[in-house]
């Protein structure tokens, strides 16, 4: 019987009604995709055109196929009974990296089991043998304390503060991409990994390897696209709060941080600086000529970031003809509303490329024109009401088969849109991220957190996390953004440690709504929305003030380095935060250091994450390290307490 067959550089088998694909797919890579009854189709959901892989050989026999794509071979057999495809993949040491469940015993398992959805798709689940002592990372943004994803269960599905980028690096020196934006999970077990889409066409997942992580991350950019250049003024300070709801008092900010002689890249305007959700421009009551305000801004060196969302109110002047002319996301039942937040809206479908023409117009006219060149794409995952995924349908398909596409595509109608207008390496600042969202300008930030310490540590793993899973722009609000009180002693060291750590993160941005928040009127005597409390470095107390200008300062200095960060991400596709596995990997300690971290290849940086501390143990691997504070040398391979006072964040400076 004849299992397996060549087309080109592919492998095809074919049995039971079942097509297996797998092909070269770039350096030292594959792609696999299977379907029932049908052909593979090429959906291209984050992968690009592969990159050309030149040392490729294949043989082909009735019963077993082997496939080797540089570093990487795939050994395939007919196994079992049923003659079911099980796949093998080894480094080219010939050490196994990646298994299929095997399904040849009286248990008779499915390494890719699809059922039926009647009159439907199909849910799939797809299985792999688990390996002790595997440590396993990425997978984007969850508000968990975890780096290491081994033993955990994970959704597949995006939430405010939840970024769900389902790309992993394991500890064996695979990379593995499960291409599928379906609503799902993934559980990383000790005797297996299973991946699940509720309702999908194929099974559709890519597979690299590498001898170090940095050859993982580069494969990995290559396959889904590398991050633009960082613009200038990506590298310093960005202040925001919550909200500055006018004119004149966004302005007064910019004016005391320059009268303050204080380093500042960006301010921001954030939500509800529009007449009503989805009108897309300024109210003219608050802020009457934005081209003159941004030509302020301009002059005194600052960009101007505006708040974009995508939610559309029922009371939009953009309503009726949106939802006429099916520019929407469509309620599968009931009423059509996606969310209760002030007032009923829709979201617009970003996946429909004719409603991200409209949006970008109104874009272009209402903020572009007047010469505002960074947007923040809040509500990005989108922030449906009750995360009734299966209640909700896409241009492109359902959003229990396609939903988690939503926010690369969000960052796509703005990038093309900027590019179109011939502007240079777009970034945006945006609430959520799926793989491939990197190479549409993605600056990611991890949401409406709360201003806890257990958040706070929550953050650096997420970071980390995504660095790992191909996003390496990426920031935080520093202080959190629920619940944080500027006048109580608590909250202020807690502001003053993250911001410490901010001045350690790809962009470093302060912004929350602090409390207590604050009335705004209109002129006629009725209600705005309300805006937080006072959010910039001076309004935390004489103590605070002078160690935030000491990292604002160190910010400014460390300009040259960061930048050369941003190159190296755009480049070669890595991190700039930086797991102590990703840089030692050799070294067991590392393996599952998630209170540590390097800021590229040169910083060791410690961020002091407990209320009270005055000191914290420190890992330090192989190497003299040497403090950027005291200029005190350590020799490496030792855990140390290292003295922390409320001024310093522990960093040590790699020096050999």
Known sequence: MKYFEQDGNAVIFRNLGETLVVQPWGPDSV?????????????????????????????VRDGDAVLRVGKLTVQMEAAGWKARAKLTFLNQRGEVLLRETDGANALVLQSRKFEPIIGGDNALTATFDGFDGEHIYGMGQYQEEYLDWKGCTLELAHRNSQASVPFVMSSRGYGFLWHNPAIGWVSFGRNRTSWHADATRQLDYWVTCGDKPAEISRNYARATGFVPMMPEYGLGFWQCKLRYWNQE???????????????????????????????????????????????????????????VWPQVALTSENYGEMLQQGLLVRAEYGEQIGMRFVEDSM???????????????????????????????????????TYDFKQYRYHIGSSQQVGNLYPQYYSRLFFEGMQAQGQENPVNLVRCAWAGSQRYGALVWSGDIMSRWEDFR???????????????????????????????????????????????????????????????????????????????????????????????????????????????????????????????????????????????????????????????????????????????????????????????????????
């Open 347 to 385: 979201f617009f479908d970003a996946t429909n490329p004719r409603a991200r023409q409209y949006v970008w117009q109104k874009i272009k006219k209402n903020y572009y024109d007047h010469g505002i060149r960074v947007f923040w794409l809040d509500e990005a995952e989108p922030e449906w009401g």
């Open 249 to 307: 008092q966004l302005l007064n900010v910019a004016r005391e941080y320059k009268r303050r002689k204080l380093p500042i890249d960006v301010i921001v305007i954030d939500f509800f600086h529009w007449p009503r959700m989805g009108d897309f421009r300024f109210d003219e009551e608050f802020f009457p000529d934005p081209a003159a305000m941004v030509k302020e801004l301009q002059e005194l060196g600052i960009e101007l970031m505006v708040s």
């Open 458 to 656: 929550r953050q650096v793993c997420a970071g980390l996390s995504m660095g790992v899973a191909g996003i390496p722009w990426w920031t935080t609000d520093i202080g959190g953004f629920h619940g944080g009180y500027p006048a109580h002693e608590d909250f202020r060291e807690l502001l003053v440690r993250w911001f410490q750590w901010g001045c350690y993160c790809p962009v470093m941005r302060l912004h929350g709504d602090r409390q207590p928040g604050k009335g705004v009127k209109r002129q006629d005597g009725s209600d705005a929305l309300f805006s937080g409390n006072d959010n910039e470095v001076w309004s935390f107390g004489e103590a605070a003030y002078p160690i935030l200008v000491k990292y604002l300062q160190r910010r400014e200095k460390l300009r040259p380095y960061v930048r050369g960060l941003m190159q190296e991400a755009h480049e070669a596709g890595t991190p700039l935060m930086r797991a102590m596995f990703y840089e030692f990997p050799e070294d067991a300690e590392c393996a599952d250091l998630k209170d540590q971290y390097m800021f590229g290849g040169k910083y060791l940086v410690a961020p002091v994450m407990e209320a009270g501390a005055r000191s914290r143990s420190v890992y330090f691997p192989a190497g003299m390290w040497k403090s950027v504070d005291t200029g005190e040398t350590v020799c490496g391979g030792q855990r140390l307490d290292v003295a922390a006072p409320l001024e310093i964040i522990p960093v040590y400076e790699r020096i050999c």
């Open 31 to 59: 792609r696999v995709r299977a379907v029932l009854m049908g052909d593979v189709q090429d959906d291209r959901f984050a992968l690009l055109d592969p990159m050309p892989a030149e040392d490729v050989e294949i043989a």
